[in-house]
T-cell receptor
């Protein structure tokens, strides 16, 4: 069974440029998460989807970050414009939901460097 | 949300048993305890989950005392490949409100 797929794996951009990350969750997983992870810290939740609905986006900086999950499968996270402080690893995860929320399956992440 | 406290780092040697303790004094009745493992350049990986007493799987054991205010992840006979960061999370699996902390960085030495 394929795991969570993310692309690109690495991205280097100049500040003020836009950037987008793509995630394909495990087939059948209704719940999708986007996390941000800074060096030496644990993942921080940005947004959580139940199917196509964003049910927890309280930590998403909405002035520059946006996300979508059309048709409740793939998801895209966008930053526009990027700032130096956005350099981090962006992780996508999925879970079955219900009583399996605690078991999240993570992708390898996208390492973003903003110059 | 239940707050968790773990040691920042731990060292061990190959073949030893490692116990990592997590404190969660304000755990709620519906909260479960979940542990994840993260290797460098990879996303976290689910290890084990429990509610009370003891849970064991092929990777680890999880010990939870009766008051549930702490839990201990036990890794038997660690190897170099167990060097990773281990996260303890507490939350209601029905509400999906778990949050990652800073984790415990385990270093296994030869």
């Amino acid at each position: 069974e394929a795991g969570v797929v993310q692309s690109p794996r690495y991205k280097i951009i100049e500040k003020k440029q836009p950037v987008a990350f793509w995630c394909n969750p495990i087939s059948g997983h209704n719940t999708l998460y986007w996390y941000l992870q800074n060096l030496g810290q644990g993942p921080e939740l940005l947004i959580r989807y139940e199917n196509e609905e964003a049910v927890d986006d309280s930590q998403l900086p909405k002035d520059r970050f946006s996300a979508e999950r059309l048709k409740g499968v793939d998801s895209t996270l966008k930053i526009q414009p990027a700032e130096l402080g956005d350099s981090a690893v962006y992780l996508c995860a999925s879970s079955l939901g219900g009583l399996s929320y605690n078991e999240q399956f993570f992708g390898p992440g996208t390492r973003l460097t903003v110059l | 949300l239940a707050k968790t406290t773990q040691p920042i780092s731990m060292d061990s040697y190959e073949g030893q048993e490692v116990n990592i303790t997590c404190s969660h004094n304000n755990i709620a009745t519906n909260d479960y305890i979940t542990w994840y493992q993260q290797f460098p350049s990879q996303g976290p990986r689910f290890i084990i989950q429990g509610y009370k007493t003891k849970v064991t799987n092929e990777v680890a054991s999880l010990f939870i005392p009766a008051d549930r205010k702490s839990s201990t992840l036990s890794l038997p006979r660690v190897s170099l490949s167990d060097t990773a960061v281990y996260y303890c999370l507490v939350g209601d699996i029905g509400n999906n409100d778990m949050r990652f902390g800073a984790g415990t960085r385990l270093t296994v030495k030869p």
